[in-house]
């Protein structure tokens, strides 16, 4: 008799350490660094003091550092589900890693410097800075979208909900990517263009969007994982995510209907 085909073990919150592959462990333990990055400029935020809001604050290496951290020990865990060669997937996720860290790295720097860290071309080495977060920016379009189309090419496995989830997670973080992206190209026209202040001042309407609009390829995914520990039929779990997705859909329609009655 022929062997029966393995099914493969796909990654959950409970054993995405203990069965974790080296380059999934390694993915874990950075976006875990880089949350803790974000937590401790938070104890900096309070001692030092400064501004909230502003190019020049301890809140970018604090919400940078959680989500970067954040965002990248999710896509790892989600993107288990895919249908994807394991090779592929690997290399895309050590890439997103290292520009994960690249991306913190910088706007950190910065931050200790003193200086804003996008937009701002004052210096050569700023300049290179702020070209190198851009790039970076650039190169997580890529690499996300590539999971995304990975995700619609086929249907992702796991529980029942879990493709609904994967998918609308994916396609809300297009939004973010999208909305990450006119923010940078607008500030940089108004930078060539000699409106330093105003390029910082026009991310400001886009940011509510850009952040809503990040998480919800951790918060989707985990909801449909967390109900397929529930005693509820499969149908109510369904319309469980199916509703979730619906109002995390609203919320960044919202968002982004604010942010075109605001930008200038």
């Known amino acids: 008799m022929p062997s029966p085909v393995k099914t493969p073990i796909r990654k959950t919150p409970s054993n995405a350490l203990t069965g974790a592959r080296p380059a999934e462990r390694l993915c874990h333990g950075t976006g875990a660094l880089l949350v803790l990055s974000g937590l401790a400029h938070l104890v900096v935020l309070a001692v030092d003091g400064g501004p909230w809001y502003g190019p020049v604050s301890w809140r970018k290496p604090v919400t940078f550092g959680l989500s ?4 990248l020990i999710a896509v790892t865990w989600v993107t288990s589900y895919l249908r994807i060669g394991e090779r592929l997937r690997t290399v895309l996720l050590l890439v997103f890693a290292a520009d994960c860290v690249v991306e913190v790295g910088g706007i950190t720097l910065q931050a200790w410097r003193g200086v804003p860290s ?5 210096t050569p080495f700023d300049t ?3 070209m190198a977060l851009a790039v970076g920016g650039g190169v997580l379009v890529v690499l996300l979208a590539v999971f995304a189309v990975a995700s619609f090419r086929r249907r992702p496995a796991g529980p029942v909900g879990m493709a609904l989830a994967v998918r609308s997670g994916f396609a809300i973080l297009m939004v973010a990517l999208a909305s990450g992206a006119a923010m940078v190209a607008r500030g940089v026209v108004l930078v060539r263009t000699g409106h330093q202040q105003a390029a910082y001042d026009s991310t ?3 940011k509510p969007l850009h952040g809503v609009s ?8 985990a909801l449909a994982w967390l109900l397929s520990h529930t005693s509820w039929s499969e149908q109510r ?6 509703a979730a ?3 995390y859909a609203a919320a960044v329609g919202a968002a982004g209907v604010w942010a075109v009655l605001t930008y200038r």
């Open 214 to 221: 990040l998480h919800a390829v951790l918060v989707l995914p």
């Open 68 to 71: 970067f951290g954040l965002t």
């Open 237 to 242: 779990r369904c319309r469980v995510v199916a």
């Open 118 to 122: 996008h937009l701002d071309m004052e």
């Open 204 to 206: 400001a309407p886009l």
């Open 128 to 130: 290179a800075v702020s």
């Open 245 to 247: 997705v619906c109002c």
